[in-house]
């Protein structure tokens, strides 16, 4: 076993083809598959499973990909202390629901830890995709929230993916609406009193269920609805349209500027916001980084609305036995 070999998983795993990963790291397609192929046999190892649909990560696989990046990651750093060789390109990615205080963090981490060389990932995305995402190593972690109505679906889908939820914050649910709105200068907001304001949500594509759904309270019907794919349309339409959508309350300004408010919304859910990541991995430096960047991000004296709404835990709610 190389670390050359152990470069061509993480590409592969990373790229998702044999094909594109060959390209980026300059070699022909046989090549690496040989590579692999000779790494597996010497290990007696699965590493990846083929198909007809292309190319993925065992879960024997996950594991070893795992260790493989701290392998890379600490021979990055002999090679950069001792023989004065350039640091290697990082490499980071995160899935999330379309939450500012990702993005937040996010900025955080790039700003720190940012060389010449990186590539970083945000992906903002549809529920389903975050946990197919981090379950396939496409991202190291996933930023997603579970309340009473989903969480037993979501529970079943991150133990059948071998994922754990660690808990972030529990928040009140609020509407986010223009300053312009009528209802902006409300200490609370109704249910009944939304009733006739255009209700807008993320799309969540073919896996459209409430279980899935970004926003609480998705089983109630509105004479008004829009779906929408991006955090900035979404945006556009609650100023342009006097719209609202029902989130955690945790907004920033510097990202979203003023004319977006948070105002609490009177009902008796909770919003359990939290991160999900493989339960036999350990997160990388990076990924380390990003946790405690998310928990700065929500921390008292931190530049987002609403802070009383939330309350902080550092324990996993639930893991997939």
Same mark, same amino acid.
């Given at each position: 076993?190389?670390?050359?070999?152990?470069?061509?998983?993480?590409?592969?795993?990373?790229?998702? #083809?044999?094909?594109?990963?060959?390209?980026?790291?300059?070699?022909?397609?046989?090549?690496? #598959?040989?590579?692999? /192929?000779?790494?597996?046999?010497?290990?007696?190892? =699965?590493?990846?499973?083929?198909?007809?649909?292309?190319?993925?990560?065992?879960?024997?696989?996950?594991?070893?990909?795992?260790?493989?990046?701290? &392998?890379?990651?600490?021979?990055? @750093?002999?090679?950069?202390?001792?023989?004065?060789?350039?640091?290697?390109?990082?490499?980071?990615?995160?899935?999330?629901?379309?939450?500012?205080?990702? &993005?937040?963090?996010?900025?955080?981490?790039?700003?720190?830890?940012?060389?010449?060389?990186?590539?970083?990932?945000?992906?903002?995305?549809?529920?389903?995709?975050?946990?197919?995402?981090?379950? #396939?190593?496409?991202? $190291?972690?996933?930023?997603?929230?579970?309340? %009473?109505?989903?969480?037993?679906?979501?529970?079943?889908? !991150?133990? $059948?993916?071998?994922?754990?939820? =660690?808990?972030?914050?529990?928040?009140?649910?609020?509407?986010?609406?223009?300053?312009?709105?009528?209802?902006?200068?409300?200490?609370?907001?109704? +249910? $009944?009193?939304?009733?006739?304001?255009?209700? *807008?949500?993320? %799309?969540?594509?073919?896996?459209?269920?409430?279980?899935?759904?970004?926003?609480?309270?998705?089983?109630?019907?509105?004479?008004?609805?829009?779906?929408?794919?991006?955090?900035?349309?979404?945006?556009?339409? *609650?100023?342009?349209?006097?719209?609202? =959508?029902?989130?955690?309350?945790? @907004?920033?300004?510097? *990202?979203?500027?003023?004319?977006?408010?948070? &105002?609490? !919304? %009177?009902?008796?859910?909770?919003?359990?916001?939290?991160?999900?990541?493989?339960?036999?991995?350990?997160?990388?430096? @990076?990924?380390?980084?990003?946790?405690?960047?998310?928990?700065?991000?929500?921390?008292?004296?931190?530049?987002?609305?609403?802070?009383?709404? +939330?309350?902080?835990? /550092?324990?996993?709610?639930?893991?997939?036995?």
């Amino acid at each position: 076993m190389t670390l050359q070999q152990l470069k061509y998983v993480i590409e592969v795993a990373k790229r998702g #083809s044999i094909n594109e990963a060959a390209k980026r790291l300059f070699i022909t397609q046989p090549s690496l #598959s040989s590579a692999i /192929r000779d790494l597996e046999e010497e290990l007696q190892l =699965t590493i990846f499973e083929r198909s007809n649909k292309g190319i993925t990560l065992s879960k024997e696989g996950i594991e070893f990909l795992s260790y493989a990046r701290q &392998v890379i990651e600490q021979a990055d @750093l002999l090679e950069s202390r001792y023989l004065n060789a350039k640091p290697s390109p990082q490499h980071f990615s995160v899935s999330t629901q379309h939450y500012a205080f990702a &993005v937040n963090a996010f900025v955080s981490l790039v700003q720190e830890y940012g060389q010449d060389e990186y590539e970083f990932a945000l992906r903002e995305t549809k529920t389903y995709e975050i946990i197919e995402d981090v379950r #396939s190593m496409r991202s $190291e972690i996933g930023i997603l929230y579970v309340n %009473d109505l989903n969480e037993k679906v979501m529970n079943k889908m !991150l133990r $059948e993916a071998n994922l754990q939820f =660690t808990s972030l914050f529990i928040a009140k649910p609020h509407i986010f609406i223009s300053v312009n709105n009528p209802l902006a200068r409300q200490k609370t907001v109704s +249910i $009944e009193e939304l009733e006739f304001y255009p209700y *807008l949500s993320f %799309d969540q594509g073919e896996y459209n269920s409430f279980h899935f759904s970004e926003e609480i309270l998705s089983t109630i019907t509105h004479h008004k609805s829009i779906r929408v794919n991006d955090r900035a349309t979404l945006f556009n339409l *609650l100023i342009g349209l006097n719209g609202y =959508t029902i989130s955690t309350g945790v @907004l920033s300004a510097d *990202l979203n500027g003023n004319e977006i408010i948070p &105002v609490p !919304l %009177d009902c008796e859910e909770i919003i359990h916001v939290g991160w999900i990541s493989h339960k036999s991995t350990v997160l990388s430096k @990076l990924g380390t980084a990003y946790v405690e960047a998310l928990r700065k991000a929500i921390a008292p004296g931190a530049n987002t609305s609403k802070r009383s709404s +939330i309350r902080t835990y /550092r324990r996993t709610v639930f893991r997939s036995n």
